[in-house]
């Protein structure tokens, strides 16, 4: 027995219905050839490269399995003959490439705050830092501001104008 890995992609108008069809079609033909199915993926709808039979999209399906040589060969023409395949990749792998067994999870978002409603931060005395902080506001910058500092520059300008 050999190990074998089968990418499908379907057209991209399959419902969910015609996609476990699919799936089901191949785990079928693998047992029908005696092989048997290790590992499978849906990677899900993904834009092609190229447009294929006038599809810019397709759903994405992959399949690890064993099986004899002779009889992956005929497995691979009828995956060939099934009209609902726009497209397919059948390679042999090495044991050490095969998916990993238990499915990854995605990183769990972090904890809602239940009084504001948003994520909780890392640490909460930055973000009351920067509110409470000691530099001063645009408000506060303007109110600091001496009142003869805004004359000279009104000066000024009109100092240059008639020089100009």
Known sequence: MRY???MWIL?????????????????ERIENHGGERLRSAAWGRRSLAYPINHHAEGIYNVV???MEPDESVIFEKEILADQAIIRHLQLRIEESELLPAAP?????????????????????SESDESVDSDEPDDETVEEEKPAGSEE?????????????
């Open 4 to 6: 074998y890995e089968l």
């Open 11 to 27: 057209a991209a108008d399959a419902d969910e219905e015609g996609i476990e069809q699919s799936i089901e079609a191949v785990d």
């Open 64 to 66: 690890q399995f064993s």
């Open 104 to 124: 990854v999870t995605p990183p769990t978002p972090p904890a809602m705050d239940e009084e504001a409603g948003s994520p909780e931060t890392v640490d909460s």
């Open 152 to 164: 000279t520059e009104e000066e000024a300008v009109e100092t240059e104008a008639p020089g100009a």
